[in-house]
């Protein structure tokens, strides 16, 4: 996880498309105005299409038999969202719902398995998206299962700083409101064990409350808990 704050490119996870490429991903796309409270997909829904997020944002999760709730990701403006299985026929394993009303490039899979092989460049910038992806889920993993809790916690308020987060001087605006019902969504703790650990940092004065707002005080505290891996910021994102 990086110090660096601000600094996702423009083109979400996509950025690692060439300008070409992004092209030719655009011109094939079409066009949906998707309301807020909806959903692209849900979990068991057959994955032949992925999804371009022009604008709006958009949240990945996954669900239990008791109805518990595990927000896996946060997708926005230029990050592209999609179970990526060309030439297999599979099923969405997550549920996507629909924060607030977006606009968005829907992308058939069939399609995308023409451009894959008729451009090798395409298809190598493809590969690399898909590495991306990979790493950003293992990291995820790495960052609920090894430092507990806690660990978890922090891991997500610095992901959440990298990917909306505002630098002002030494302090970091998450300029989204997040509620402690969100955090415990992300991290799979109760909401009361979240008010307790984020309690425990304000004592620290790691954190602080802002209009509502979460702002990181002290960084290599958080750092130090989750045992930061300085991982580039396309990867430490929420």
């Excluded at 110090?3 to 950025?15: F, W, Y």
């Excluded at 989204?176 to 009361?192: C, F, P, Q, V, Y």
Aim: with cysteine.
């Amino acid at each position: 996880m990086s110090n660096q704050l601000n600094v996702i490119d423009a083109r979400g996870n996509t950025s690692c498309f060439s300008d070409q490429n992004i092209d030719r991903l655009m011109v094939m796309m079409k066009e949906r105005i998707v309301p807020e409270g909806s959903h692209l997909f849900w979990e068991g829904d057959v994955s032949d299409k992925l999804f371009y997020v022009k604008r709006g944002r958009i949240k990945l999760t996954k669900s239990t038999d008791e109805g518990k709730e595990l927000i896996l990701y946060m997708y926005q403006s230029g990050d592209m969202v999609g179970q990526a299985d060309p030439f297999f026929s599979s099923k969405h394993s997550f549920t996507a719902e629909v924060l607030e009303e977006s606009e968005i490039g829907v992308i058939d899979t069939k399609d995308l398995e023409v451009l894959i092989c008729q451009h090798c460049d395409f298809a190598i910038d493809f590969m690399k998206w898909m590495g991306i992806h990979h790493r950003l889920t293992q990291t995820k993993f790495r960052d609920l299962m090894m430092y507990g809790k806690p660990g978890a916690l922090c891991s997500t308020l610095i992901r959440l700083g990298n990917t909306y987060g505002e630098k002002h001087g030494d302090t970091i605006l998450i300029h989204k409101k997040i509620t402690h019902t969100d955090l415990s969504n992300m991290i799979g703790a109760t909401r009361e064990s979240v008010n307790r650990m984020l309690s425990d940092l304000r004592k620290k004065d790691a954190v602080e409350y802002e209009n509502g707002m979460i702002v990181i005080k002290d960084l290599e505290m958080l750092q130090d808990i989750c045992h930061c891996e300085m991982c580039p910021n396309e990867i430490c994102r929420i």
